[in-house]
């Protein structure tokens, strides 16, 4: 696949993700955690912190398969 100018077309984000591949889906848990963590004082439920936990573990596992489809796709797809 060429791009307008005839140049390979290059895909930075997905580059990008693939060089900090083990940050990824920590940072994405992270996240997640700390803003439901925040939903929950914010709104004085208890209950949030703990499905904090188990939504984080989710988001990291989600991301963790969504890297490994994005490296699959650029193994076979992308020009090296």
Partial sequence: ???IGGQPVQYP???A????????????????VL???W????SDMIDLYVLAVIIGLCV???LK????VIDLIA???MPR
């Fill in 17 to 32: 993700i693939l060089k900090r591949r083990k940050e990824v889906p920590f940072l994405g848990a992270a996240f997640a």
């Fill in 13 to 15: 984000t997905l580059l």
């Fill in 75 to 77: 193994e076979t797809l």
């Fill in 35 to 37: 803003l439901i963590c």
């Fill in 65 to 68: 398969a969504a890297i490994e």
């Fill in 1 to 3: 696949m060429e791009d």
């Fill in 60 to 62: 990291y596992f989600v």
């Fill in 39 to 42: 939903c929950g004082f914010r």
